[in-house]
């Protein structure tokens, strides 16, 4: 069975350029996740869709990035104009659902440098 | 939402049993206790859950007392290959998943 699939795996950019995370959850899971690591630093949570509808997005910088999910499956996540702070891992996940107890699986992640 | 505390570091020798407590004072009456495993240049990884008394599979054990304020995550005879960080996070319902700076171990030959 596939896993979280996310492209690019690198991307360096210049800062204020746009830039565009993908995403392809596995089959079934209903719910996607977006977070940001920061180096030495463990993930923190960036927004939650339930299916296509975005659920939880407080952490998410809404100035500079949006996110959205086409048809409940695949998910793009953007940054624009993208700043120096924002070089980081962003990483996809999905489960099942979004219950405590429920299983997250992890894409291998976007490292972003912006220079 | 729990928050967890953790040691920042570990170091073990080759086929070692290690121990990571995880603190979790404030943990609610209804949060489940789960680890992570994470590789560099890799996402986290599901290892193991429990919400009281120990649960075992076959990568981990996790016990957790009574009064659940702590928990401590098991892995016998550890090898190379188990050098990675670990996260030990605490919730319930749908609040997210918080996860700390983790534990790095270090497994030495």
């Known amino acids: ?115 | 939402l729990a928050k967890t505390t953790q040691p920042i570091s570990m170091d073990s020798y080759e086929g070692q049993e290690v121990n990571i407590t995880c603190s979790h004072n404030n943990i609610a009456t209804n949060d489940y206790i789960t680890w992570y495993q994470q590789f560099p240049s890799q996402g986290p990884r599901f290892i193991i859950q429990g919400y009281k008394t120990k649960v075992t599979n076959e990568v981990a054990s996790l016990f957790i007392p009574a009064d659940r304020k702590s928990s401590t995550l098991s892995l016998p005879r550890v090898s190379l290959s188990d050098t990675a960080v670990y996260y030990c996070l605490a919730n319930s319902g749908n609040t997210p998943l918080v996860f700390g700076k983790g534990t790095r171990l270090s497994v030495i030959a």
């Open chain 1, 1 to 115: 069975e596939a896993g979280v699939v996310q492209s690019p795996r690198y991307k360096i950019i210049e800062k204020k350029q746009p830039v565009a995370f993908w995403c392809n959850p596995i089959s079934g899971h209903n719910t996607l996740y977006w977070y940001r690591q920061n180096l030495g630093q463990g993930p923190e949570l960036l927004i939650r869709y339930e299916n296509e509808e975005a659920v939880d997005d407080s952490q998410l910088p809404k100035d500079r990035f949006s996110a959205e999910r086409l048809k409940g499956v695949d998910s793009t996540l953007k940054i624009q104009p993208a700043e120096l702070g924002d070089s980081a891992v962003y990483l996809c996940a999905s489960s099942l659902e979004a219950l405590a107890g429920t299983e997250q699986f992890f894409g291998p992640g976007t490292r972003l440098t912006v220079l």
